[in-house]
């Protein structure tokens, strides 16, 4: 029993001892500061930016693998323009969501759902549309392919694998 109660004293000893140190060392200049707000507006220019041009390029692919037809090009055209997700200056401001009341800023969310789901509207119509002058064939590769490249939109927006 004592050593056990000596082990618990060392112990506490130990840690107390490492805190202290921990404790002398000073701060650096950048200590609590997560980047600047230009950082950052600069990193999601750049990631909005791989993601048009991921975007551009799996459209690319799907577009070689469907072989399009020339009278189905202008279907295509719809629907790959349907799919450019909205611009981020329609984005409302953060300070102004956070000024607002509470029952104010949940309007303007739930404002901001029905505009999304208006944008997937106009998206399901112009995939059924393009989805119609599609052969069989084109069918299944689209089928197939639609959806398995998440990196512009799926792994936390839901978009099915």
Do not use: C
């Not at 739930?110 to 084109?138: C, D, I, N, W």
Request: aromatic share 6%; glycine share 8%; charged share 25%.
């Amino acid at each position: 029993m004592r050593s056990f109660s000596k082990s618990i004293i060392i112990g506490m000893t130990v840690l107390g001892l490492g805190g202290t140190a921990l404790a002398q060392i000073p701060p650096s200049d950048n200590a609590g500061k997560t980047g600047t707000m230009q950082n950052k507006q600069d990193k999601y220019e750049k990631r909005g930016e791989r993601m048009q041009e991921y975007r551009a390029k799996h459209q690319a692919e799907l577009h070689a693998k469907l072989k399009l037809t020339a009278a189905q090009e202008p279907a295509w055209k719809t629907f790959a323009d349907s799919m450019t997700p909205p611009d981020r200056s329609q984005r409302p401001d953060r300070a102004a969501l956070q000024a607002m009341p509470a029952p104010q800023r949940m309007e303007a969310m739930l404002e901001r759902m029905k505009q999304g789901q208006t944008r997937m509207e106009s998206h399901l119509a112009a995939l059924k549309t393009f989805y119609a002058v599609l052969t069989p064939e084109q069918k299944k590769i689209f089928d197939t392919e639609f959806g398995q490249h998440r990196g512009y939109r799926g792994h936390h927006r839901g978009m099915m694998k």
